[in-house]
């Protein structure tokens, strides 16, 4: 995925490393790694990784129903 800002100029990527049972991405601005998600692929909480393992954020998405998490998905 490409991250641009309202200009269109490129500001950041987000590579996604396949993986059967997780999560795992790395995050580049200008082309340079900053971060990464490595977390089960089921996850409703994961960290976001510094270069060197340190944390630099989290993502915590609150469950909303089975139905409508499936519906959003599409």
């Known amino acids: 995925m490409f991250v641009y ?3 269109e100029n490129l500001i950041g ?6 993986h059967l049972w997780r999560r795992k991405y790395d995050l580049f601005v200008d082309r340079t790694q900053f971060a990464r998600i490595d977390a089960p692929f089921l996850s409703w909480d994961f960290d976001i990784q510094g270069p060197s393992g340190e944390i630099l954020g989290n993502v915590n998405r609150n469950f909303v129903g089975f139905a409508r998490e499936v519906g959003e998905s599409r």
């Not at 990527?13 to 396949?18: C, F, G, K, R």
């Open 5 to 7: 800002d309202s200009n």
């Open 13 to 18: 990527e987000v590579h996604q490393i396949w």
